[in-house]
């Protein structure tokens, strides 16, 4: 019939007119499942760390003629939380303190921030 066969062509077109608008929302939805807080703090670790750590955690190039640590590493991902809310507050060596300008919620957020840059190693 000339009524099924429009329908079908408008299915087939629709489909082929939707599938990519899929495919651009796939990230975005990604992105919002990861959190807000989590893209947030993403965002501090940028602006406040990525300059010597790196936005990976292994160290720019600043950084390393500094000596930073990969934060990736056994070495610091042994540390525990504590000690690692402790340096991002408080400093160490090289490392400024970050107590005037991160609350501690802030810093606790960077703590796990930098757990889970361990996990996308
Ligand atoms: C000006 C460069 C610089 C900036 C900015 C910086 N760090 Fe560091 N960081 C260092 C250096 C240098 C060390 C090594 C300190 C040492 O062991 O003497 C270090 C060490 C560390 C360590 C390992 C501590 C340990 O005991 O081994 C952690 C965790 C860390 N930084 C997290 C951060 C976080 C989170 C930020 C952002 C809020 C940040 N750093 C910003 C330079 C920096």
Do not use: W
């Amino acid at each position: 019939m000339l009524r099924d066969k429009y329908r079908h062509a408008l299915i087939r077109t629709s489909t082929i007119l939707l599938a990519p608008v899929g495919a651009l929302m796939f990230p975005v939805l990604r992105a919002e499942a990861a959190g807000p807080e989590n893209a947030a703090i993403a965002a501090t670790f940028r602006t406040k760390c990525a300059m010597c750590h790196g936005q990976d955690g292994s160290g720019s190039a600043v950084g390393k003629t500094m000596n930073v640590p990969d934060l990736r590493s056994p070495a610091v991902q042994k540390l525990p939380d504590a000690e690692v809310a402790q340096v991002i507050s408080n400093g160490k060596g090289g490392m400024p303190s970050c107590k005037d300008s991160l609350g501690d919620d802030q810093v606790q957020s960077l703590v796990t921030h930098i757990r889970s840059l361990h996990q996308n190693k």
